[in-house]
C-alpha cells in the first residue's frame, strides 16, 4: 500500500535494496530496451488496451488484458508474470531482508518509463505472483509515484484497491476461467493451483467477476 517517501527510513531502505541491485546490474535479465522504447511501449499499451494513466476505474479490463496476454504469447494457466514484466522491460527481483509485513515495492528509475520490481523472498510464491501482478498493475494503470512501497497500511485505497483488481484479473484471466468452467472444473482448491494463487484470490475472483452465476 502506497506510502509517501517523506520521513519513511524503511521506505528508504526498500528503495535503495532495489536501485542500487537494479544499477549495479547483479540482477540483469539480459540487456533491457532503451528508455525511450519502454516509454514509447507503455505509452502505445495505455492508448491501445484502454489505460487512463490516474485513472481510478479500469473499464474493459478484461479485454485490456486480453491483449498484453496475446502480446506475451499467453493462452494457458497458469499466467506467467515475470514474462509480462519482461515485456515492459521490467526486472522482477527476490528479496530476502524485506521485513515481513512489506510484500513488494516498484520503484521508477526515471521519467521515461525505466521501473523495477521488488518482492518479499520469504513469502509463499502464489503471494509472491500476486505482488509482480499487483506491482505491474501500479504501473500499467498510471500510478506514478516515484516508490511505492506495498505493506498493510492504505490496503483499501484506490490505488490499491485499482491494483489489485488488475493483478486478479492478470492472474485469472475471465477467458480462460471461462474455459474450465465450460468443462465443469468448479473446484477451488484444483482452479487456485491450475492458476497458481491462493485459493482465497481464487474465490474472491469467482465471486467478483460474477462468473459463478453463468456457470
Do not use: W
Not at 523495477?116 to 506514478?144: P, S, W
Not at 485459493?199 to 462468473?211: H, I, K, N, T, W
Amino acid at each position: 500500500m502506497p506510502r509517501s517517501e517523506r520521513g519513511r527510513p524503511s521506505f528508504e531502505r526498500c528503495r535503495r535494496f532495489v536501485s542500487v541491485s537494479f544499477i549495479e546490474g547483479r540482477h540483469r535479465r539480459g540487456a533491457p530496451q532503451g528508455c525511450s522504447e519502454v516509454h514509447r511501449l507503455r505509452e502505445e499499451t495505455n492508448r491501445g488496451f484502454g489505460f487512463q494513466p490516474g485513472s481510478q476505474r479500469m473499464e474493459g479490463q478484461s479485454e485490456k488484458i486480453r491483449g498484453i496476454l496475446k502480446q506475451a504469447g499467453i493462452t494457458v494457466p497458469p499466467v506467467d508474470v515475470t514474462k509480462v514484466a519482461e515485456l515492459f522491460s521490467i526486472p522482477v527481483i527476490p528479496y530476502p531482508d524485506f521485513p515481513e509485513d512489506i510484500s513488494g515495492t516498484i520503484v521508477r528509475l526515471d521519467d521515461n518509463g525505466k521501473a523495477v520490481i521488488g518482492i518479499n523472498q520469504k513469502h509463499a510464491a502464489v503471494r509472491q505472483r500476486f505482488t509482480v501482478a499487483h506491482e505491474l498493475g501500479h504501473y500499467l494503470c498510471g500510478h506514478d509515484d516515484r516508490t511505492i512501497v506495498d505493506d498493510r497500511l492504505d490496503k483499501d485505497s484506490p490505488k490499491e484497491t485499482e491494483a489489485n483488481r488488475f493483478a486478479a484479473e492478470l492472474l485469472m484471466p475471465r477467458d480462460l476461467l471461462v474455459v474450465d468452467l465450460k468443462k465443469g472444473r468448479f473446484d477451488i482448491p484444483a482452479l487456485a493451483q491450475r492458476y497458481q494463487v491462493s485459493e482465497q484470490a481464487m474465490s474472491v475472483r469467482l465471486l467478483q467477476s460474477g462468473l459463478l452465476k453463468k456457470f
